[in-house]
């Protein structure tokens, strides 16, 4: 699966190990998709704002807000999900408030397992099936997902709640929430890690979980931060005895040589992540960078379109 069929998805869910550069690689998706004429939604789910900033605008809160042309953002969260959910079943705010503000009854929602997760998901996932002027409001919904145990407990409810709750409401959106995850032509996971030995390892195990537990298409691996080759492994030997001179020549010698093996060790990583997993895959460069924002962004873009046909975006 390459790029454009990735993005011809309605939903994108990117998610991979904590500190991989996630937010990154949805955040470059997004620019890719919107420069490709399609209106994006980024949602991340419960978190401390990454999104928007690094588009280079504010924070969305829980209000759909515009990031960049063609990009809106949004942060879901657990209480202003599940006021959204209680006014689309009960659909007059007095009623709301007077069942859903109820101590008593906050404490019985409290005790349903997983209802939180539950409405944090549906509130995407209606964003993916909404409508407006006869037309999807959205062309595609990217999901900055929870890292790996997080995700995957988040995209396990529905098939967890079909299972346990008897027939009612809560059930059919149990039941339309789980077929939108593992229809194969609207839902895709891209899976990000870094050339690693942890995140490398995390993300095969993830992969088993998503193809396995989940049943849903595994769209591509990302792999982040990766060192390009500077040294021949002639070059790298040559470094060795050079470390013990003087400066300038000593240091720069033991930072080449650091680098040298630094990037031998992602290399084998890299091979071994291709091996284990098969999926399309786009190996996205180490930027050395002040700031990260949107230039980086920008720059995590034009890799991932320069991608080689066939590769993942």
Same mark, same amino acid.
């Not at 490709?36 to 401390?48: D, I, M, P, Y």
């Not at 953002?73 to 959204?84: D, F, G, H, I, K």
């Not at 145990?149 to 299972?163: K, N």
């Not at 490398?200 to 396995?212: H, K, T």
């Given at each position: =699966?390459?790029?454009?069929?990735?993005?011809?998805? !309605?939903? @994108?869910? $990117?998610?991979?190990?904590?500190?991989?550069?996630?937010?990154?690689?949805? #955040?470059?998706?997004?620019?890719?998709? &919107?420069?490709?004429?399609?209106? @994006?939604?980024?949602?991340? $789910?419960?978190?401390?704002? !990454? +999104?928007?900033?690094?588009?280079?605008?504010?924070?969305?809160?829980?209000?759909?807000?515009? /990031?960049?042309?063609?990009?809106?953002?949004?942060?879901?969260?657990?209480?202003?999900? =599940?006021? *959204?959910?209680?006014?689309?079943?009960?659909?007059?705010?007095?009623?709301?408030? #007077?069942?859903?503000?109820?101590?008593?009854?906050?404490?019985?929602?409290?005790? +349903?397992?997983s209802l939180p997760e539950l409405v944090m998901l549906g509130k995407i996932l209606n964003e993916v099936r909404a409508e407006e002027h006869e037309r999807? !409001?959205?062309?595609? @919904?990217?999901?900055? /997902?929870?890292?790996?145990?997080?995700?995957?407990?988040?995209?396990?409810?529905?098939?967890?709640?079909?299972?346990?709750?008897?027939?009612?409401?809560?059930? !059919?959106? /149990?039941?339309?929430?789980?077929?939108?995850?593992?229809?194969?032509?609207?839902?895709?996971? &891209?899976?990000?890690?870094?050339?690693?030995?942890?995140?490398?390892?995390?993300?095969?195990?993830?992969?088993?979980?998503?193809?396995? *537990?989940?049943? =849903?298409?595994?769209?591509?691996l990302f792999v982040n931060a990766m060192p390009d080759t500077r040294f021949s492994p002639e070059e790298a030997v040559r470094l060795a005895p050079l470390?013990?001179?003087?400066?300038?020549?000593?240091? /720069?010698?033991?930072?080449?040589?650091?680098? &040298?093996?630094?990037?031998?060790?992602?290399?084998?990583?890299?091979?071994?992540?291709? #091996?284990?997993?098969?999926?399309?895959?786009?190996?996205?460069?180490?930027?050395? $960078?002040?700031?990260?924002?949107?230039?980086?962004? *920008?720059?995590?873009?034009? &890799?991932?379109?320069?991608?080689?046909?066939?590769?993942?975006?």
């Open positions: =699966m390459g790029l454009p069929t990735l993005l011809e998805r !309605r939903l @994108v869910i $990117v998610t991979g190990k904590g500190g991989v550069g996630k937010s990154t690689v949805t #955040a470059a998706l997004a620019l890719l998709a &919107a420069r490709a004429g399609k209106r @994006v939604l980024v949602c991340e $789910v419960n978190a401390q704002e !990454r +999104i928007a900033p690094l588009l280079g605008a504010p924070p969305s809160g829980y209000a759909t807000r515009q /990031a960049r042309p063609g990009v809106h953002t949004v942060n879901v969260t657990p209480a202003e999900a =599940m006021r *959204e959910y209680g006014l689309q079943v009960l659909h007059f705010r007095t009623i709301y408030e #007077a069942v859903f503000e109820n101590r008593v009854v906050r404490r019985f929602l409290r005790m +349903i397992p999807p !409001r959205w062309d595609l @919904v990217l999901v900055d /997902a929870p890292a790996t145990g997080h995700a995957v407990q988040l995209l396990r409810v529905p098939s967890a709640l079909v299972g346990t709750v008897p027939a009612g409401p809560l059930r !059919r959106d /149990a039941e339309w929430m789980e077929e939108l995850l593992v229809d194969p032509d609207r839902t895709a996971v &891209a899976l990000v890690t870094l050339p690693e030995e942890m995140p490398v390892n995390e993300a095969i195990e993830l992969d088993g979980q998503v193809r396995g *537990e989940l049943g =849903m298409l595994r769209g591509a470390a013990a001179a003087a400066p300038p020549l000593g240091p /720069a010698a033991r930072a080449g040589r650091l680098y &040298a093996i630094h990037a031998e060790q992602a290399s084998r990583h890299l091979a071994r992540a291709r #091996a284990a997993l098969d999926l399309p895959t786009c190996v996205l460069p180490l930027l050395a $960078v002040p700031e990260w924002g949107l230039s980086a962004v *920008e720059a995590i873009a034009a &890799a991932i379109a320069a991608a080689p046909p066939g590769s993942a975006p």
